[in-house]
């Protein structure tokens, strides 16, 4: 499969230290409002990086469900591999790629587990069948078969079958508290716009463009 030719040559705007709003938070709810706004297929999934206790990098695909000043949520198993190298080691990165945009963020900063009280209010939020797969994987686990998740799954069903489901002990939050921000805008002749924002101090953020 030839794939060298395969090139897109982006045109879709630009980004200009005029445009930037001074608080990042305010500048990332702004493009993804606009990410949610073009109807990109899921605009808050985003890559999760962990590193293991061997330093070996490892990345997945999470959703974000909320955001403000202290943060950017999701959530996860406990027990799940992602959540025991964030135990190991609380340094995570994130990143957002909206493509149809030409547009990424890439998001540094620290993961903390969530109160318990948050955890159950989004929990109640899920629908029923979401809380019920909650109960039923182990994940990350090895299993012999998807037919034996679906038995559990079965067992599980009829074990909550009347009233509410709780919230498993090992089912929770996290908030990916962040130390910097990078805003990429995709440009002609890969001369891409980047803006990095890193911590001044708790009120106020340094910016600097950052060459392509």
Known sequence: MDI????????????????????????????????????????????????????????????????????????????????????????????????????????????????TTESLQYFSSRPRGSQLGAWTSQQSSIISSRQLLLMQFEQIKQKFMDGEIPLPDFWGGYRVVPNSFEFWQGCTNRLH????YTHKDDQTWDIHRLAP
């Open 4 to 115: 060298h030719a395969l090139r897109e040559d982006y045109k879709k705007g630009e980004l200009r230290r005029k445009d930037l709003h001074d608080d990042p938070f305010k500048q990332f709810e702004k493009w993804f409002q606009q990410a949610c706004n073009a109807e990109l297929l899921e605009p808050n999934a985003m890559t999760l990086s962990t590193v293991n206790a061997d330093g070996q990098p490892f990345m997945r695909t999470v959703l974000l469900k909320y955001f403000d000043e202290k943060g950017l949520v999701f959530f996860t198993n406990y027990e799940s591999r992602k959540a025991k190298q964030i135990e190991n080691n609380h340094k995570v990165s994130i990143l957002f790629t909206w493509l149809p945009l030409q547009r990424q963020v890439h998001i540094t900063g620290t993961a903390e587990k969530v109160s």
């Open 193 to 196: 716009d980047r803006f990095l």
